[in-house]
C-alpha cells in the first residue's frame, strides 16, 4: 500500500545537520528570538501562520546528534585555538572567512561556551579545551541547552530534496508574508520552514555520518562546489623502511619538499606507521599532499624531509657520536645511538646512512661516517605517495563555493530564506582548533542571521501592508 503525505507542520527555522554548526545555529537563533519583545513574537506568529510556538527543528540523519564532536581532539574535543590566527585557514575566497570570524571570535565564543555552562581551559600550546577534557561534556551543554530553548532534534532524518515552495495568493496578495521552504526526507517526510540553515558537514568520518548529501542537495539548487579532498590525514610513503619502525615516534621536525624546497615545516611527535608517517605535525603538512594526490607527476615532486633531532646543531651531534666512542670503542653500531634517539630509529638511520654492519664495533666509524649519520639525522627524505581516505581524515578541504553566500550573514545570494554554516562550505583550517572555531563563528552567524533576516522581513511587510490601507483608506 502506498504512504500517503502527511501535510506537514510549518516551522520557523530548520537547520539542516545536527553537528557543531547546526547546533549552534539552532541554539544562537532560538536565545535570540527569546529576547525579543512580545509583540514582535505575536506579529511574527501571525505572518509565518504559526500557533504559540516559534518552532526551530534540527534534522540530523544520525540516530543522534553532534556524534562527530565525540571523537574531535582525540576525546578531548579542542574548541578553538589562542591565539586564533586567520593563517590557519584556507579557502579559494580567503576574504570570505573574516566576516564569520570576526563576527563571533574566539573572545566572544568562550564568552558564549561560559554562559551556556562550560568552563574552558587552554593548554600551553594555545589549544581550547572543555575543562573536563572531554568532549561528551560539549555535546551535553550543547544538547541541555537546545533542550532548554525548546528545540527539536529530529533524527534518523536523512534529508534528501530542498526547494522553495510557491506563495498561495488571494489575489494579488500573497497568503503567506514570508518565503517558505519545502524540505524532503528520503523516507518520504515533509517540513516547511520559513528559514533553512543548511550544515550537513563534509565527507571526512564516513562512518560518522560524513557523506557528500548535503553538496549533492544543494547541487541540486544550482550551487557549484568545489573540488573536494581529505585534509588533516596520514601521509603515505615509501615503506622499505619505514614499516619497519611502525609504532616507533620521536619529538622532531617534518617538512614537506616540493622540488627540494620546503613548502612547510612542523614541530611535534612524529609517529611512524606500517604506511607512512603520521602525528600532529604530518597532519599539518597533508592538506597540499591530499590535493595532488590524482597527480602522479606532481606527487613525484613531493618528498616528506625528517629531522629527528631538530634543537641539536651538527656540531653538537658530531661531538656526542665523538665522545661516545671513545668512551665505549667495542660498543656494537647496533646499539650506538641508544641514548640519543628511540633504539629502532637509531639503527634505521645507521642502516641509511653506513654500508656496515651492525654488529661492528663502533670504532670503525671514520670522519666521513660521522657526517653521513649527522646528515641523515637532520635530512632523512621519504618518497610521497598520497595520503590516507575519507575515512581517516578529519576535515574536508573545499566544498560549497562561497561566492554564492554573503560573508556578513551567511545568506544565499540565490535564494532568499537559505543559509550556509560549517563544513559544508569550501572553508577548512589547520589542526588545532581551527576548524570546530570555525564551526562556531558560521553557526552562531547563519543562526542569528536567519531571524534577525525573517523579523525584519516580517516588519517590513507589515508596514507596507499598513501603507496600502492608509492609501486605500483616503
Same mark, same amino acid.
Not at 519583545?37 to 540523519?61: F, M, T, Y
Given at each position: 500500500?502506498?504512504?500517503?503525505?502527511?501535510?506537514?507542520?510549518?516551522?520557523?527555522?530548520?537547520?539542516?545537520?545536527?553537528?557543531?554548526?547546526?547546533?549552534?545555529?539552532?541554539?544562537?537563533?532560538?536565545?535570540?528570538?527569546?529576547?525579543?519583545?512580545?509583540?514582535?513574537?505575536?506579529?511574527?506568529?501571525?505572518?509565518?501562520?504559526?500557533?504559540?510556538?516559534?518552532?526551530?527543528?534540527?534534522?540530523?540523519?544520525?540516530?543522534?546528534?553532534?556524534?562527530?564532536?565525540?571523537?574531535?581532539?582525540?576525546?578531548?574535543?579542542?574548541?578553538?585555538?589562542?591565539?586564533?590566527?586567520?593563517?590557519?585557514?584556507?579557502?579559494?575566497?580567503?576574504?570570505?572567512?573574516?566576516?564569520?570570524?570576526?563576527?563571533?571570535?574566539?573572545?566572544?565564543?568562550?564568552?558564549?561556551?561560559?554562559?551556556?555552562?562550560?568552563?574552558?581551559?587552554?593548554?600551553?600550546?594555545?589549544?581550547?579545551?572543555?575543562?573536563?577534557?572531554?568532549?561528551?561534556?560539549?555535546?551535553?551543554?550543547?544538547?541541555?541547552?537546545?533542550?532548554?530553548?525548546?528545540?527539536?532534534?529530529?533524527?534518523?532524518?536523512?534529508?534528501?530534496?530542498?526547494?522553495?515552495?510557491?506563495?498561495?495568493?488571494?489575489?494579488?496578495?500573497?497568503?503567506?508574508?514570508?518565503?517558505?521552504?519545502?524540505?524532503?526526507?528520503?523516507?518520504?517526510?515533509?517540513?516547511?520552514?520559513?528559514?533553512?540553515?543548511?550544515?550537513?558537514? *563534509? /565527507?571526512?568520518?564516513?562512518?560518522? %555520518?560524513?557523506?557528500?548529501?548535503?553538496?549533492?542537495?544543494? =547541487?541540486? #539548487? !544550482?550551487? &557549484?562546489?568545489?573540488?573536494?579532498?581529505?585534509?588533516?590525514?596520514?601521509?603515505?610513503?615509501?615503506?622499505?623502511?619505514?614499516?619497519?619502525?611502525?609504532?616507533?615516534?620521536?619529538?622532531?621536525?617534518?617538512?614537506?619538499?616540493?622540488?627540494?624546497?620546503?613548502?612547510?615545516?612542523?614541530?611535534?611527535?612524529?609517529?611512524?606507521?606500517?604506511?607512512?608517517?603520521?602525528?600532529?605535525?604530518?597532519?599539518?603538512?597533508?592538506?597540499?599532499?591530499?590535493?595532488?594526490?590524482?597527480?602522479?607527476?606532481?606527487?613525484?615532486?613531493?618528498?616528506?624531509?625528517?629531522?629527528?633531532?631538530?634543537?641539536?646543531?651538527?656540531?653538537?651531534?658530531?661531538?656526542?657520536?665523538?665522545?661516545?666512542?671513545?668512551?665505549?670503542?667495542?660498543?656494537?653500531?647496533?646499539?650506538?645511538?641508544? *641514548? /640519543?634517539?628511540?633504539?629502532?630509529? %637509531?639503527?634505521?638511520?645507521?642502516?641509511?646512512?653506513?654500508? =656496515?654492519? #651492525? !654488529?661492528? &664495533?663502533?670504532?670503525?666509524?671514520?670522519?666521513?661516517?660521522?657526517?653521513?649519520?649527522?646528515?641523515?639525522?637532520?635530512?632523512?627524505?621519504?618518497?610521497?605517495?598520497?595520503?590516507?581516505?575519507?575515512?581517516?581524515?578529519?576535515?574536508?578541504?573545499?566544498?560549497?563555493?562561497?561566492?554564492?553566500?554573503?560573508?556578513?550573514?551567511?545568506?544565499?545570494?540565490?535564494?532568499?530564506?537559505?543559509?550556509?554554516?560549517?563544513?559544508?562550505?569550501?572553508?577548512?583550517?589547520?589542526?588545532?582548533?581551527?576548524?570546530?572555531?570555525?564551526?562556531?563563528?558560521?553557526?552562531?552567524?547563519?543562526?542569528?542571521?536567519?531571524?534577525?533576516?525573517?523579523?525584519?522581513?516580517?516588519?517590513?511587510?507589515?508596514?507596507?501592508?499598513?501603507?496600502?490601507?492608509?492609501?486605500?483608506?483616503?
Amino acid at each position: 500500500m502506498a504512504v500517503r503525505d502527511k501535510q506537514p507542520d510549518p516551522c520557523l527555522l530548520a537547520v539542516i545537520g545536527g553537528g557543531a554548526a547546526g547546533l549552534t545555529a539552532a541554539i544562537t537563533a532560538a536565545a535570540w528570538l527569546a529576547e525579543q519583545s512580545p509583540s514582535v513574537l505575536d506579529q511574527l506568529r501571525e505572518s509565518c501562520g504559526l500557533g504559540q510556538a516559534l518552532p526551530i527543528i534540527i534534522l540530523e540523519k544520525n540516530d543522534r546528534a553532534g556524534r562527530r564532536l565525540l571523537v574531535t581532539g582525540n576525546g578531548r574535543c579542542n574548541l578553538s585555538h589562542q591565539p586564533l590566527d586567520h593563517r590557519h585557514y584556507f579557502s579559494q575566497s580567503a576574504p570570505f572567512i573574516q566576516g564569520p570570524l570576526q563576527r563571533f571570535d574566539l573572545e566572544a565564543t568562550l564568552d558564549w561556551f561560559s554562559r551556556i555552562g562550560l568552563a574552558c581551559r587552554t593548554e600551553p600550546d594555545g589549544r581550547v579545551f572543555p575543562n573536563s577534557l572531554q568532549a561528551a561534556s560539549v555535546l551535553d551543554i550543547l544538547r541541555q541547552e537546545a533542550e532548554r530553548l525548546g528545540i527539536e532534534i529530529i533524527t534518523d532524518c536523512d534529508v534528501e530534496q530542498l526547494r522553495e515552495s510557491q506563495p498561495l495568493y488571494l489575489g494579488d496578495r500573497p497568503l503567506d508574508a514570508h518565503h517558505k521552504w519545502q524540505i524532503k526526507t528520503r523516507d518520504r517526510r515533509t517540513f516547511i520552514a520559513s528559514r533553512v540553515v543548511v550544515a550537513t558537514g *563534509g /565527507l571526512s568520518y564516513p562512518s560518522l %555520518g560524513g557523506s557528500e548529501s548535503g553538496h549533492q542537495m544543494m =547541487r541540486q #539548487l !544550482g550551487y &557549484p562546489v568545489t573540488r573536494m579532498f581529505p585534509s588533516i590525514v596520514q601521509i603515505k610513503t615509501e615503506t622499505d623502511w619505514v614499516r619497519g619502525l611502525a609504532g616507533s615516534k620521536f619529538e622532531g621536525r617534518a617538512a614537506l619538499l616540493r622540488d627540494g624546497s620546503p613548502l612547510r615545516c612542523e614541530d611535534g611527535e612524529v609517529l611512524f606507521t606500517r604506511y607512512g608517517v603520521s602525528g600532529p605535525p604530518v597532519l599539518q603538512l597533508a592538506r597540499p599532499v591530499s590535493a595532488c594526490a590524482d597527480d602522479p607527476a606532481s606527487l613525484q615532486r613531493l618528498r616528506l624531509e625528517l629531522d629527528f633531532l631538530p634543537d641539536w646543531t651538527d656540531d653538537a651531534c658530531l661531538s656526542w657520536m665523538i665522545m661516545r666512542r671513545h668512551h665505549h670503542p667495542s660498543l656494537e653500531l647496533a646499539d650506538f645511538m641508544t *641514548g /640519543l634517539l628511540p633504539k629502532r630509529i %637509531g639503527q634505521a638511520l645507521l642502516k641509511l646512512s653506513l654500508n =656496515r654492519s #651492525l !654488529g661492528l &664495533p663502533c670504532s670503525v666509524l671514520t670522519e666521513s661516517d660521522y657526517a653521513a649519520i649527522v646528515h641523515q639525522i637532520h635530512h632523512t627524505q621519504l618518497a610521497v605517495e598520497g595520503t590516507l581516505g575519507w575515512d581517516q581524515a578529519q576535515v574536508t578541504a573545499g566544498g560549497l563555493d562561497v561566492s554564492s553566500f554573503r560573508p556578513n550573514t551567511l545568506a544565499s545570494r540565490r535564494h532568499e530564506g537559505l543559509y550556509a554554516a560549517g563544513e559544508l562550505l569550501d572553508v577548512d583550517g589547520d589542526c588545532g582548533g581551527y576548524n570546530l572555531q570555525w564551526a562556531w563563528s558560521s553557526g552562531h552567524l547563519a543562526g542569528l542571521s536567519a531571524v534577525r533576516d525573517l523579523v525584519a522581513a516580517n516588519q517590513s511587510s507589515g508596514r507596507s501592508h499598513t501603507g496600502r490601507r492608509r492609501r486605500s483608506g483616503k
